[in-house]
C-alpha cells in the first residue's frame, strides 16, 4: 500500500499540470480553481464535453458488430 507522502507527490505534480493548463481555458489561476481542477480535469459534464453515449446515444463498436451479427443471421 503506498504511503500518505507519495499521495501527497502525486497530488502536487496533479496541481502543477493544472496550473499550466488553466490559463488555456482562460480560467483564473487561484488555488481554488486550481485544486478543482487537479481532481476533476473535466470542466463540465455537458453533452458537449461529457459521455457520447449517455447524451447521444452513440453505441460501442461491440454493440454495433453484435447487431450486424443478428442482422446476418
Do not use: V, Y
Request: glycine share 6%; aromatic share 6%.
Amino acid at each position: 500500500m503506498r504511503g500518505r507522502a507519495i499521495r501527497r507527490k502525486q497530488l502536487q505534480l496533479a496541481k502543477a499540470r493544472a496550473r499550466r493548463r488553466l490559463p488555456l481555458w482562460d480560467l483564473p489561476t487561484t488555488a481554488h480553481w486550481i485544486g478543482i481542477h487537479a481532481h476533476t480535469p473535466k470542466l463540465c459534464s455537458c453533452w458537449m464535453c461529457g459521455n457520447p453515449r449517455k447524451f447521444l446515444g452513440e453505441r460501442k463498436r461491440q454493440e454495433l458488430l453484435a447487431d450486424m451479427k443478428t442482422d446476418l443471421d
